[in-house]
């Protein structure tokens, strides 16, 4: 599959300039983009690994505007944090560039221009709520008003939390702006829209041509295909003052939508860094172009961004869209605003120099094929049992044997069938990692790494040179031999993982030379017999229980005196309802249900129609969550159910009930309202 490419451009997703960098983020996307990218150059093949920082978009002004200071504050200030915490933690990226630079403006504005001289997009007039004080146009999070369905009267633009109505802003009763608070005025705009409904054939056809791809990918990119009304025009403009101005007459005070500008970011980052040579890795068909991203990208990436460059014409395609899913902290979703998250500065701060601990602890815990958890207990346990006991351990031993036995120089390694067999392990393990990462696998890849930590372990163990001291120094030299090359072939075969921990092995090897796959392939030496050997030093240390608990502690502080004064809600708390007496709750029945089947209603983008089972029965309800969640992110979901709802009719269905959503201030997402992961389907909830 990848023999047909000659080079390999690897992207990592560009993370938003709004906030400091999270384990999430590693474990999402950087690390695993990174660890692919040091694999590719370990077997020789030639790779350039972009990213930067997106600096575009309505919550980059939402903060500006927060904090009274400009927009260029807020991206410089998280532009340079994101870059050096990235660095630190050894994603070695070719070139990490900035979307709100001079050289990205032309990139994005050449190529809407192109595409709109093309005829590609089509201009629709629409009218909109504008803000006359903050002189904005404003998207729907950025309305309030009273809902025409139950008079709620902190109902969004979009949607009312209170009864689930989806709305438009228009349907409001008494419109506010939440930037000003004016009333806002219906103003009309023109806005370019990409007609991916028009797209929808060549992008299937691209689509079903990689069958490769993860199955979260493929299945969610063709969902969106196959949705009800299948794929709908997006505008690719926003009227805003902050981002790349729209190249067209008669667009000013508009900006390129910033998921039209951002992917394009990747293609200035190939030109700062290539200059002319840029566009034998955007053009050539035989350089493989690799996505890595997180979920809530996908369709990004796999649907929007190839219609991009489809009609553009001339790029090449993603190949693969390695998407990881979502780590969680602690059993909870990462949250800045609740400050529940781990930072990468703050992690350094507390483990100095031990970056690969982590590295190591997300990978074996990466969220490859669903949701995984992060806790400090198992980042504990992880490193004392696996990281000190199996790989320190194994380095330690040699190293003291060597200058304990040896005079400090690396012996010449045995020959028995034992000491064969010991090395024959280094091509069999490092074929099968090599096997996992191409195709992605990071945990089973870093999990046959450690195998050979542990052939080398045991192999010392059953040979005990500290035995054999006693009566034969041959022999204690020819088993210290074999373990010293296994040493030197495991700094490595855990390169890509723990890029500092393999360099301080080959320094305790006496500057052992870097190794590629090929070289593990074959039998060694791979540190040359004679070296004089470095200074000993213990590779990882043991976490202890006070230090785990310190940070447990620091999240709950964190996450307990959090007031909202820290949070950086992109929309305002909606405000605490009117007061209702325990008479007026005690009738709503509410349920634990379990979300049997989810799929989209033709005609409703934003409707889902659910299946559930309540305990008690089988019913239909309809949800407006359509535009937050694809049906299969539900299916399996339990949820909370106003199950006494009086049933009513939506596009010739009948809901029965409704269910309890949160809205995330946040990030003006709905989220699940999830009951504990113990009680069972039909409890009730009070
Ligand atoms: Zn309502």
């Not at 040699?398 to 120089?409: E, T």
């Amino acid at each position: 599959m990848a023999s047909e490419f000659k080079r390999t451009l690897v992207t990592a997703a560009l993370p938003y300039a709004n906030g400091p960098i999270h384990l999430g983020h590693l474990a999402g996307c950087y690390l695993p983009s990174d660890i692919y990218v040091r694999f590719k150059r370990l077997k020789g093949e030639e790779v350039a690994f972009v990213c930067g920082s997106d600096e575009h978009g309505m919550a980059i002004t939402m903060k500006a505007r927060k904090e009274g200071v400009s927009p260029r504050e807020i991206v410089d200030r998280y532009h340079f944090m994101m870059r050096d915490a990235l660095a630190d933690f050894g994603i070695a990226f070719d070139h990490y560039s900035r979307t709100s630079s001079e050289s990205h403006h032309k990139v994005a504005s050449d190529f809407f221009k192109m595409l709109y001289d093309k005829g590609v997009f089509e201009a629709r007039q629409t009218d909109q709520y504008y803000d006359p004080e903050a002189e904005q146009f404003l998207a729907d999070r950025y309305i309030t008003g009273t809902c025409p369905r139950c008079s709620h009267d902190a109902a969004y633009g979009d949607q009312c939390e209170q009864c689930g109505a989806t709305l438009n802003p228009t349907d409001l009763i008494n419109p506010q702006s939440t930037l000003s608070g004016a009333t806002p005025v219906l103003k009309a705009t023109t806005n370019w829209f990409l007609p991916l409904d028009k797209f929808s054939d060549d992008l299937r056809t691209y689509i079903t041509s990689h069958p490769e791809w993860k199955p979260n990918v493929y299945g969610q990119t063709l969902s969106w295909l196959d949705a009800g009304d299948g794929l709908q025009p997006r505008s690719m403009t926003r009227d805003l003052d902050w981002g790349v101005p729209v190249p067209v007459q008669g667009a000013e005070g508009k900006v390129l939508y910033v998921w039209f500008d951002a992917p394009l970011g990747y293609i200035t980052a190939v030109q700062e860094l290539k200059g002319a040579d840029w566009e034998t890795w955007w053009k050539d068909p035989s350089t493989r172009l690799v996505h890595f991203i997180g979920k809530d990208n996908i369709v990004f990436h796999c649907v929007v961004f190839p219609a991009i460059l489809m009609q553009h014409g001339g790029y090449i395609l993603p190949d693969q869209v390695p998407a990881n899913e979502f780590l969680n902290l602690e059993g909870q979703k990462l949250s800045t605003s609740r400050n529940w998250a781990v930072w990468l500065h703050e992690y350094l701060a507390d483990f100095p120099g031990q970056q690969d601990v982590l590295r190591y602890v997300l990978t074996a815990t990466m969220p490859e094929t669903k949701d995984n958890d992060f806790t400090w207990a198992d980042f504990q346990q992880r490193n004392n049992s696996e990281l000190v006991a199996v790989l320190g351990n194994l380095v330690n031993r040699v190293m003291v044997l060597n200058h304990k036995f040896c005079g400090g120089r690396v012996p010449a390694p045995g020959s028995a069938p034992q000491d064969r067999e010991a090395l024959a392990a280094v091509a069999i393990q490092s074929a099968r990692v090599s096997e996992a990462l191409e195709a992605f696998k990071f945990r089973e890849a870093l999990g046959h790494a450690m195998d050979l930590a542990r052939v080398g372990n045991k192999y010392l163990a059953d040979e005990a040179p500290w035995q054999t001291v006693k009566t034969d120094q041959a022999r204690t030299e020819a088993i210290l031999g074999v373990a010293t090359q296994l040493v030197a072939a495991l700094a490595a075969v855990f390169e890509a993982f723990m890029p500092f921990s393999a360099e301080r092995i080959r320094v305790m090897l006496g500057g052992a030379p870097a190794l590629t796959f090929a070289d593990l392939a074959g039998t060694g030496p791979w540190v040359p017999v004679g070296t004089a050997l470095g200074a000993s030093a213990l590779l990882f240390q043991k976490i202890e229980d006070e230090q785990v608990e310190a940070q447990r502690a620091k999240l709950r502080a964190a996450s307990a005196s959090n007031p909202t004064s820290m949070t950086e809600p992109s929309t305002p708390l909606a405000p605490l309802a009117p007061e209702i007496t325990f008479d007026q709750f005690a009738p709503l029945d509410l349920r634990v249900a379990l979300v049997l089947e989810a799929e989209r209603v033709p005609k409703a983008d934003r409707l889902l129609k659910l299946t559930l089972d309540t305990g008690i029965d089988r019913r239909t309800v309809l949800s407006g969550i359509a535009e937050h969640f694809a049906p299969e992110d539900v299916v399996g979901r339990r949820v909370i159910l106003l199950a006494n709802l009086a049933p009513r009719e939506m596009r010739g269905i009948e809901s029965q009930g409704m269910i309890l959503m949160a809205d995330n201030p946040e990030t003006g997402k709905l989220a699940f309202v999830q009951p504990d992961g113990e009680l069972p389907v039909g409890a009730t909830v009070r």
